[in-house]
């Protein structure tokens, strides 16, 4: 393209110089010479303003709306994940309410003792959301003599046929076997990896990991202590992603 005055070396399509080598050839007079034929057309850029629009949907509705910019945590949306701001070393969610879409994060159930069972979520919801389910650890704290066995129970909320009555889609059933003054952990990584039984600093493995999976709102986790006493502790957490 032809440059709009006789001294510029300008491409407006471009907003580039065309000729930079004018600067080393050409007479400073001939450059600076006047205000139409001077530096300044030669140097001359076009503005441009480019219109953007952002379009997204709301994952809890089938209406068109446009998505805000930054979450209920104070952060851009994303698909690639973050860290919410809820980590377990401060006071975990006991659900999946608190994630964003795109979000990560480690969450647990309340500390309960070992005659109780210990769940995640505390409380199901209904508002059609996805999550993935990338690692499982249950932990056991024993106090007083009995010989308890360690157990994991997973939901993952899917439709079914109907009531039944074993509902679990998968669990562990063989978890380490505790007795007085001691510790145990079930460990679920994601496939193929196997599944860790950590019996008091004894390390065994199990089946292949079925994780990583996908459970809707519906989706429950269960820590059983089979013969579990009252001043026993133990939780459940897991490594969760919200993927819409």
């Not at 994303?78 to 919410?84: D, K, N, Q, R, V």
């Not at 860790?196 to 809707?216: E, H």
């Amino acid at each position: 393209m032809a440059a709009p005055y006789p001294n510029s070396a300008v491409d407006d399509d471009e907003n580039g110089i065309e000729d930079s080598s004018r600067l080393f050839t050409t007479p400073a007079r001939d450059l600076l010479g006047g205000a139409a034929k001077g530096l300044r057309s030669f140097f001359r850029y076009k503005r441009r303003i480019k219109p953007v629009i952002i379009v997204g949907r709301n994952v809890t509705t089938n209406a068109q709306t446009i998505d805000p910019l930054f979450d209920v945590n104070g952060l851009v949306p994303t698909t690639g994940g973050y860290l919410s701001d809820s980590p377990i070393t401060a006071s975990p969610p006991t659900d999946f309410t608190a994630l964003e879409v795109g979000e990560w994060d480690f969450l647990a159930s309340a500390i309960v003792a070992g005659n109780v069972t210990a769940s995640f979520p505390s409380a199901s919801t209904t508002d059609g959301r996805l999550f993935e389910i990338h690692q499982i650890l249950t932990t056991l704290i024993a106090v007083g003599v009995a010989t308890r066995t360690m157990t994991l129970f997973a939901q993952t909320g899917m439709p079914d046929a109907g009531v039944m009555t074993t509902d679990d889609d998968f669990a562990v059933l063989a978890g380490p076997s505790i007795t007085d003054a001691q510790q145990g952990r079930i460990f679920v990584p994601r496939a193929p990896g196997l599944v860790q039984l950590n019996d008091n600093g004894t390390i065994t493995t199990s089946d292949i990991s079925p994780l990583p999976i996908q459970c809707g709102d519906a989706g429950l986790f269960e820590s059983v202590i089979t013969a579990g006493l009252a001043a026993d502790s133990h939780r459940i957490a897991l490594v969760v992603r919200r993927v819409a």
